[in-house]
Each structure stands twice: as C-alpha cells, then as structure tokens.
C-alpha cells in the first residue's frame, strides 16, 4: 500500500490528473472505464497513468481503471454525493464518546481536559452532520425504490430494509438524546464550556427535527406498501379477466355484458384507427426514407419499454399480507382525544382530567395495537402537536413506563 508523505504530494497528484480524476468521478457508476480513454485523458502521458497507479490513486484491472475506493470515498464525502446510509459512523462515535469522558473525568491537568472537550466538540458536530445526511439518503432511497424500481419483489425487499434503517437510526437518536441527558450527566455538570452548551442545544434540536422526519420516512414506507399491495390485487384481477377470456368464458362467468351496457363512456368505445399502406413501389424511393427511420425509431422505444417492465408475481407475492399494515392517523386520534375532554368536562366540570398517555393506552383503534406501539404514538403525538397540548410538571406510572403527563393546551 503506497503512502504518501504529505499533504503538499497529495494535493500535487491530484492536481496533475485533475480532468482525469473528475471524469471518472463523474462516471463512477459505470462498470468500465478504458484504460486507454484514461491515457487520452493525459494527453497519452503513460508515465503520469503508471505513477497513478503505483500511488493507488487509481487503481487498473485489466484493460480498464477504476479510482481508489479511499480517494473515491473522500470526494464522496466532501461533495455529499453518497447515497450509503452507514449508522454504523454514529455507533463509533457514541462509544467514542464515552471513552473521552471518561479519560476527562480521570484527567488531572488542565490543558489536557480541554483537549478532550475540543474532541467531544467535534465529534458531537459529527453525529449531527452524518445523522442528517442519513436521514436524507433515506427519504431520496424509499422514493427511488419505490418510483423507479421495476421488479416486485426486490422493491419490496427495499423497502423492508429501509424500514429496519429507519429504526436503526431512530435507536441511534434515542441513544444519543440519553447519553446527554441520562448516562454522562456528570460529565457534562463538570465540563461548564459555553460553546459545548451550545453545540448540544444545537444537537438536541436536529435531532427533534430528525425524529419527525423518521415519522415521515415510516409513513411513506406503509403507504408505499400499501400501494404495491393494491397493485398486486389489481394485477391478480386482471389475470382473471384474461385467464376467463382465453378459455371463451369471460361472459357466462362473470358481469361483463352487464357492466358494459349501463357504461357509455368514450373511453369504453375505444377510437377506431384509421390506418393505410404504402405501395412498394413509393417505400424504395428517397422520400419515404424519413416515413421509414420515424417507423424503425418507434419499435425501439416500444423494445425499450417491454425490457423495463415489471416481472411476473410469484404466489408468494400475492398471499403475503403481513407485511402491510394500516397507517394510524395521528391527527384524528389527537382530535378524538380533546373532543372526549371537552365532553366530560362538559358532563362534569369536577371530574378529573384524563392525561393523553391514559388515554391512548385504552383507546380502540381499527387494528391491533400493542402497548409499545401505542408508547410510541405518543411520543410522536406530543412531538407533532406540542402547541396543542400542554405538558405538566405531573408523572404517571403505566405498568413499566413512567411519563410526563399531558392534557389539551385549552383546559
């Protein structure tokens, strides 16, 4: 593995080779790139292609180059055009955390515990940098699997993993929102830093925004499912119908002439083509050339289309249900929740408030809800509607959950 001695040699590659560096930047995610479309690149400079090589700044297979998967990597970094969602990064620096806390506390001169709070510094601005970045990959890569992802099944694994991601960087906000409040509470009595104060108001904010972000991202996931799921029955229609109309027996099994006579609908009469032939005679001269290549083109692009269509569905594909689920409208739940205060309230102005978590633990939703969900959905409810609610100095205690409790902003 080649090292380079200093920076000044690192910059100094780089620049050399830059028109080359950027075009294969650019065309990254292409499986080849020629090791002759690199020389022309360098003006057929073979020597500057081998020192390349031999510094590992691109690296040769064959007949063709590929760059570095360290330079690669850093202009990835520095251009935030990577779309991986590595939590992985976020995990490293919470225990990194821990260890230069811990080394403060142990710590006896000065000049090196401040040392160890500039690298706490830093890596609390790391945390919330590659937290926000995360959760951007996210959203673009559950749009992306979804819209443009032509095999069934595949967009469905997609979206499970992205689902699993999500929850893993949820876990990974919770962690850090403890470490600060909970875990490290001495650390942070003993440090009194005014900047490390403001880093962490800042933090604490970014994540509260990431964590309504992450609702976001959980919705689009179910509704996307749900929409594959809806897709899936329709498609499963439509095989019947044509399954019934190759046998001959579309209308004694089924409602069809019935249907048509009560539509009239132009879209049910269909347009009538009007087509014609060219003589043989008129297609070898030049001027049916245009007529021809216009012909030609079109086939193309219906040959373009047919190659992107989905795959066939498995009978797996449409048996499984389990992994749709019914999206739980925070919005309604919340409604429901003042309107039946404001009623009891009304019926009996001395009875006691019932507080928000109370409530949804014994609230009869449309589906299954188990009481970690419904934990859940209040934390999301109180962090979405927090101008409508009012939170007291007040705790309850619900088996093993113990919470703040609220009540509606009015009473």
Known sequence: MYIFRSIHEIINTIAAARGLLTEMFEKRKMLSFRYSDALALLKDDENRLKLLIEKEVIRQNGNFVELDARFLDFFELLLEANEEINTAIIDENIAFLHELMDYYEKEQIASRKESYVRNIKITFQKIARTTIRNIMNLQSSIDNAFKHEPTYQIKIAKLENLDKKRIHIQQLIDTTENLILHEERRFFQQATDEELNRILLELRSELQLSAHSLIRAQQDIINYLNQIKSQVILVEKIRKVKYLQD??????????????????????????????????????????????????????????????????????????QAMYQEVIDL????????????????????????????????????????EQERTTLFCQMVSLY??????????????????????????
């Open 247 to 320: 046998q001959f027996e579309l209308r004694s099994r089924s409602n069809l002439s019935e249907v048509l006579e009560r539509e009239h609908s132009v879209l049910v009469e269909g347009n009538v083509p009007s087509s014609f032939k060219l003589s043989l005679p008129y297609l070898s001269t030049d001027e049916a050339r245009p007529v021809i290549l216009k012909v030609l083109r079109n086939l193309q692009y219906r040959e373009i289309i047919r190659s992107n269509e989905a795959g066939a569905f498995s009978e797996e594909d449409m048996e499984s």
């Open 386 to 411: 927090e101008n409508r609610l009012r939170i007291s100095e007040e705790f309850g205690l619900y088996h093993q959950y113990e919470y703040a409790k609220v009540y509606p902003a009015n009473s």
């Open 331 to 370: 919005e309604e739940t919340l409604s429901d929740y003042i309107q039946a205060q404001a009623q009891a309230r009304w019926n009996d102005a001395s009875a006691p408030e019932e507080d928000l978590f109370h409530y949804l633990m014994h609230y009869t939703f449309a589906r299954e809800v188990d």
